[in-house]
């Protein structure tokens, strides 16, 4: 087996010192364990519907919109220079980001929320533990296991969040959330990531969709400095033009400030494993003024952007055709295709919520239309 754990932190995750699958394998000749899982995760079938799941807006609504695929990518992107410069584990990284999206369901957060609302009284869902549902047990491309028996530590980062309930069932993976220990510095620098590429490119969407306007971004600090800088330094720039250089440098600002607050944490607790990672307080993190001002940002986007009169229509509607697949799914499961139909005949409620969260937006709106549309079958 090969190895890529030179150079790495010692408090970082190495590939041969992995708590390893739930089904042993025998090692690749040419890629390390987290090698493996990415590429497996890349193959999946998850992760080619997330070219047409919603990222803020419904996927048929535009071509140059985000979608859950181009958002995993770009968190991988920023992840990676993350982690090379903090000396973790890159490719550990790059799996977790391309994988932590795989249990979204059609219609981004509309989608999820109607769909908890139905899972309710059959345990609810949440879709980082969807996420892991699917590369444990749903993806069926391997003769000797369900899912895609994928290491521990790619798990654990898949799994951000996770209500004590549920962790109580998952044994070693849940003990974290039982306990009130933290992830690998991996799974926490993804983390970031994310938010980081949501955050930012949900501006240039919101722009570029006419929901959100110049003149109200220039009301948002962050936005604001960095918008009367290049301004300044480039007089006549196009608009577009301007509204890329700005997120480019809003982006440089996060990852600077999140590289030099993490190595100052860090240094602080000088980690000396792994463990002493997950028993130490969180280690990456963005300084304070930094996180107050991502903070506001969030807080912007949530109420002109998520809370847009048209947003919150198409999410209505997203809702509704969510609850009307589940509702109709439950009370009728022969309506459902075979193999899904015998999933149902075993576990119920959760084998219609793992359909349901597994299409992509145009399917779940196209069956929706043959269930209810006058005319389709």
Request: glycine fraction near 6%; hydrophobic fraction near 40%.
């Amino acid at each position: 087996m090969i190895t890529a754990d030179r150079g790495l932190a010692p408090f970082a995750v190495h590939a041969a010192a992995s708590r390893g699958r739930v089904h042993a394998e025998p090692p690749a000749a040419t890629r390390t364990d987290f090698q493996r899982d990415r590429d497996r995760i890349v193959h999946s079938t998850a992760f080619r519907r997330l070219e047409y799941k919603t990222q803020v807006f419904v996927n048929h609504e535009g071509d140059l919109f985000r979608t859950r695929l181009t958002h995993s990518l770009e968190v991988a992107q920023i992840a990676r220079a993350l982690a090379r410069s903090l000396a973790v584990n890159e490719d550990l990284v790059e799996a977790i980001a391309l994988a932590h999206d795989l249990g979204h369901t059609p219609f981004g957060h509309a989608g999820q929320d109607a769909l908890n609302e139905c899972m309710r009284p059959y345990g609810g869902f949440e879709h980082n533990l969807q996420s892991l549902r699917v590369v444990d047990e749903l993806e069926e491309r391997y003769a000797a296991f369900d899912g895609l028996n994928l290491c521990f530590e790619t798990r654990e980062g898949i799994l951000k969040h996770c209500s004590l309930e549920n962790a109580r069932r998952l044994g070693l993976l849940g003990e974290r959330f039982l306990y009130r220990r933290q992830p690998s510095a991996e799974a926490q620098l993804t983390n970031l990531a994310d938010e980081i590429a949501y955050n930012n490119h949900d501006i240039d969407d919101g722009l570029r969709s006419g929901l959100l306007t110049l003149a109200q971004l220039d009301e948002v600090p962050v936005f604001a400095r960095h918008a009367q800088a290049v301004r300044a330094e480039h007089p006549g720039i196009g608009e577009r033009r301007m509204i890329h250089e700005t997120v480019r440098r809003m982006i440089n600002v996060l990852v600077v400030d999140l590289i030099a607050e993490s190595r100052r944490r860090i240094g602080d607790a000088a980690p000396a494993s792994v463990d002493d990672v997950r028993a130490a307080p969180p280690l990456v993190a963005f300084s304070e003024l930094v996180r107050a001002e991502a903070d506001a940002l969030k807080v912007f986007l949530r109420d002109h952007l998520y809370r847009h009169y048209q947003v919150m229509r198409m999410t209505e509607k997203a809702r509704r055709v969510v609850r009307d697949l589940f509702e109709t799914f439950l009370n009728e499961p022969r309506l459902l295709p075979t193999d899904h139909r015998r999933r149902a005949e075993q576990d119920g409620p959760r084998a219609i919520a793992d359909y349901v969260a597994g299409m992509t937006d145009r399917y779940a709106m196209k069956e929706h239309r043959r269930l209810f549309a006058i005319g389709e079958i």
